[in-house]
């Protein structure tokens, strides 16, 4: 891959939640502005993670990630960042586990490598898209059950979460926003969920 290729480039704004093994799903389509919710949809992902061997990206907050399974496989640098999480992707080329160089361009303002694999998770996900009277894309939801293990301890961690994560349908009013994410958050409340205390799957392979 060349180090001069350019990214797609996205901003993911969502929200994470846990939930038991057998809890039941919440009724999405009772949120704000959503009329209907579409038939469900699998995928099954296989994450693999790379930091350096002293995890300077996992304190900056930014991660890299090579995915296979469901419609955005590829290498991903995620970032944190108030207004919601900054993704850049490029494709894979071929089956090599090295991080690409325009992968490692992208990152160069928080560590330089080598990076080494730190996490595997493998995710059997259901996704909803929730639409608008319109048809448009408010949300998607998916009910995500993870499996992850750690490359430095071998510890091997499960759990099931939800993700709700707006669409280009969603307005972009902050105060629509924070209505749409608290009817979500008594949602899911209601459901026997909660707000995930982990940032992100990543973190919660790890430990964190």
């Not at 907050?61 to 955005?72: P, Q």
């Amino acid at each position: 891959m060349s180090a001069s290729q350019e990214p797609t480039r996205s901003v993911e704004i969502e929200r994470t939640y846990d939930a038991d093994a057998d809890t039941p799903l919440p009724d999405w389509s009772s949120l704000p502005d959503v009329a209907s919710v579409d038939p469900a949809q699998q995928r099954d992902l296989d994450a693999r993670y790379f930091d350096t061997p002293g995890l300077d990206l996992a304190r900056a907050k930014v991660a890299i990630r090579r995915r296979t399974g469901g419609h955005d496989a590829g290498w991903h640098v995620k970032s944190s960042a108030p207004e919601g999480r900054h993704e850049w992707g490029w494709p894979i080329v071929d089956d090599e586990l090295t991080v690409p160089d325009a992968v490692a361009a992208a990152v160069a303002n928080w560590a330089a490598g080598p990076f080494v694999q730190i996490a595997r998770i493998r995710n059997s996900r259901t996704a909803y898209l929730l639409r608008d009277a319109d048809g448009g894309i408010v949300a998607e939801v998916v009910d995500d059950r993870v499996r992850a293990s750690e490359a430095a301890t071998g510890a091997e961690r499960a759990w099931r979460e939800w993700e709700v994560e707006l669409g280009q349908a969603a307005p972009a009013d902050p105060v629509w926003r924070e209505t749409f994410f608290a009817a979500a958050d008594a949602l899911v409340t209601a459901a026997g969920g909660s707000v995930s205390a982990s940032d992100s799957k990543l973190g919660r392979a790890l430990g964190r």
